[in-house]
Structures are given as structure tokens and as C-alpha cells.
């Protein structure tokens, strides 16, 4: 079920598998001054969370963050026809299948009102076909100071399963906010990671919620920072 974090920002999670790990997924809500709900990184829904979402106001905006996290966009717009789904740049180019409205832009800053994002450039994953582009839109929304990662930074603690808080502890992301060392050997154009770690960190959050992981719920700020200063191998300027 959806549980509230904040002011207008809901979360709900759903069980993951990525490379035989259970990691979880998780999808935020987010309700915009106009009751408008903009939904980040959908998930499987039933009848109920359904039930909740039409409680709190209206999907108006599906939202697919990077060019992985779209599992479940086309159901969910299957069930809010209406809603403008939005995708990661690239991902219409990489789904073709998939019927997206719009993409979002690589070089703006203002996704509607009271939700803000900054495109993270230069990032890349390792997938089973090598390194890919993430082409993650990180968000922001400054009512509740939140910061809303997609696969750009993990966060495993206790709560996770032994096998998962193991390889988190060998490869990066236990108990600290940071990309794997999958993604430090995947990305070469550190340059553009840091002017993009740069302009998240001119947001004021406190709060950062990760899509794979727990959410960190105070000094969120001071931890991306560190855990990117240790991906770059240098500090970045807030």
C-alpha cells in the first residue's frame, strides 16, 4: 500500500530481482499545488492502491526516470489513459513499443509545478550487454526537501535480505548513499558526472529516496556528497 512520507509524497514498494539479488523497487507519488499526482517509477498496482491514488487526487503525470525503470509504465497508463506519460530522453528510441507522450528534456529544470529535475550526465550502468547510458532525470521536490534517486545511488541496510546487504558491503551502496562499483567502472565521463552532482547539490533536501533501497530520512545532502565525492575519487562544490 502507499505509505506517506511527507507533505504530498507518497511511497509504496515492490519485490525486485536484478542480477539474482533481491533489491525492491520502489515508486514515489508526488502531489502537485493543483491536486494534480505526478508518479515517479510506477509500479504493479492492485484495485486498492488504486482506490488510494484516486483518494489523494489525480494521475496526471507517469513518469519513467531513466531507460530502465519503465517495467510498468504502460499498464499504468493503461489504467489513467489520461495521464501524460513521460519518459527518460532515449527510452522511446529504446522501446519503440512503448506509446510515450513526451520526453523529457535533457536541458531543462522545471518538470510542473513544485517538482524541479536535473538530467544526470555522463552516467552508465553495466546491463548483461555491457555499459549503457542510465540517462536518469533525477527529481526534487522542495515542499518536503526530498531528493528522489532512481538507480543512480543505492541505500542497503539490515532490513534487506543477507545475500543483498553481502554484495552491497563488496561492491558499494551498504549504509552509504553511492552508485555501485559497477557504475564507477562503467562511467568514463566523470567530468559530467560532477558538474550534474553540482547541480542536485544546489538543491536544499534533506531527505533523499533511493528506488533501490531505504529511504534516508535526515543529513540526506551531506551523504550524496560524500558518496560522490568517493565515486569521482574527488570533492564537489556546493
Not at 509504496?12 to 508518479?39: C, Q
Not at 509500479?43 to 510498468?72: K, R, W
Not at 562511467?187 to 544546489?202: A, Q, Y
Request: aromatic share 12%.
Amino acid at each position: 500500500m502507499l505509505r506517506k512520507i511527507d507533505r504530498d509524497i507518497w511511497g509504496a514498494e515492490y519485490p525486485l530481482r536484478y542480477f539474482g539479488l533481491s533489491v525492491g523497487t520502489r515508486m514515489t507519488v508526488i502531489r502537485l499545488e493543483n491536486r494534480e499526482l505526478a508518479v515517479i517509477s510506477p509500479i504493479q498496482i492492485d484495485g486498492a492502491m488504486a482506490s488510494q491514488l484516486d483518494e489523494l487526487g489525480t494521475v496526471s503525470h507517469i513518469i519513467a526516470p531513466n531507460l530502465y525503470h519503465y517495467l510498468f509504465a504502460a499498464n499504468f497508463k493503461q489504467l489513467y489513459p489520461n495521464a501524460i506519460f513521460w519518459a527518460a530522453p532515449g527510452l522511446a528510441v529504446k522501446k519503440p513499443d512503448l506509446q510515450v507522450d513526451r520526453a523529457i528534456d535533457r536541458e531543462g529544470n522545471s518538470f510542473c509545478n513544485g517538482l524541479e529535475y536535473v538530467f544526470f550526465d555522463g552516467f552508465r550502468t553495466v546491463s548483461l550487454n555491457g555499459f549503457d547510458s542510465l540517462n536518469e532525470c533525477v527529481f526534487f521536490h522542495a515542499a518536503s526537501r526530498t531528493l528522489i534517486l532512481t538507480d543512480t545511488a543505492f541505500h542497503f541496510d539490515e532490513t534487506f535480505p543477507i545475500i543483498t546487504q553481502f554484495a552491497s558491503r563488496v561492491v558499494g551502496g551498504y549504509k552509504s548513499l553511492s552508485p555501485s562499483l559497477l557504475e564507477r567502472v562503467a562511467t568514463k565521463e566523470k567530468n559530467k558526472v560532477r558538474k550534474s552532482v553540482e547541480k542536485i547539490l544546489g538543491w536544499d533536501f534533506d531527505r533523499v529516496i533511493v528506488a533501490h533501497g531505504s529511504i534516508i530520512e535526515h543529513q540526506g545532502k551531506q551523504k550524496f556528497k560524500a558518496g560522490y565525492e568517493q565515486f569521482l575519487g574527488r570533492s564537489v562544490t556546493v
